[in-house]
């Protein structure tokens, strides 16, 4: 695996050796945050990928229309759970508990989705998230019906699967890259500040 120090198995490029519009992007996210995600300096290494990435990641997570920013952190951190991936659990868990200010849901939710106590909406935008990211072919209007039922907007089911899609995809890059989460990350939205 290398050094423990390492953000990716193949390496990392930093936000100023970006080309200047991924630069730019990534500058305003670390201004935000307080430091640059290690996704980001992972991805780096194929500009037009991280290009994608950021594009199709700030349609879906961006949004103000449907899904509450709350409930898409939900989707994410369901989805990586199931997905063993401890960058995206850890990175989104943060957020997750921020944007909820509630400390504990992002662990509950990535380690016992299933038992989690959740309100019925926040149950069926999670239970179609890990279908999805478990067993997309089962799926079948039952589920979508469900969902309907528990209040969900068409709109709203196709931002659950396509966010649930992208995060497997991101999943799985986080394995390929054994990419490491900041530190940082671990202690957002636990403590007050």
């Known amino acids: ?7 990716s198995r193949f390496g990392h490029v930093e936000a100023a050796d970006l080309p200047p519009d991924l630069a730019e ?3 305003a996210i ?13 991805l780096g290494r194929r500009p037009r990928e991280l290009r994608a990435f950021l594009d199709y990641h700030d349609a879906l997570m961006d ?19 199931a997905n063993h991936c401890t960058y995206c659990v850890v990175a989104h868990g943060a957020i997750l ?9 992002a662990d509950k939710v990535a380690t016992n989705p299933y038992g ?10 999670v239970d179609l998230a890990l279908l999805i990211a478990t067993d997309s072919a089962a799926l079948t209007e039952s589920e979508i019906d ?9 709109d709203e089911i196709w931002d659950v699967g396509a966010i649930t899609a992208l995060f497997a995809m991101s999943n799985r890059l ?9 530190p940082e990350f671990y202690l957002m939205g636990r403590l007050p500040r």
């Open 174 to 182: 986080a394995h390929l890259t054994a990419l490491r989460p900041n």
């Open 30 to 42: 670390a201004e935000k945050s307080g430091f640059v995600p290690n996704v980001f300096r992972a």
């Open 25 to 27: 992007r990534i500058t």
């Open 116 to 125: 989690v106590e959740l309100s019925p909406r926040e149950r069926a935008i």
């Open 1 to 7: 695996m290398g050094e423990q120090h390492e953000v």
């Open 97 to 105: 508990r921020v944007r909820t200010k509630d400390a504990e849901i």
């Open 63 to 81: 949004s103000n229309d449907g899904l509450s920013k709350a409930e898409r952190e939900l989707v994410v951190v369901a989805t990586s759970g």
């Open 146 to 154: 469900d969902a309907r039922i528990a209040g969900l907007s068409e």
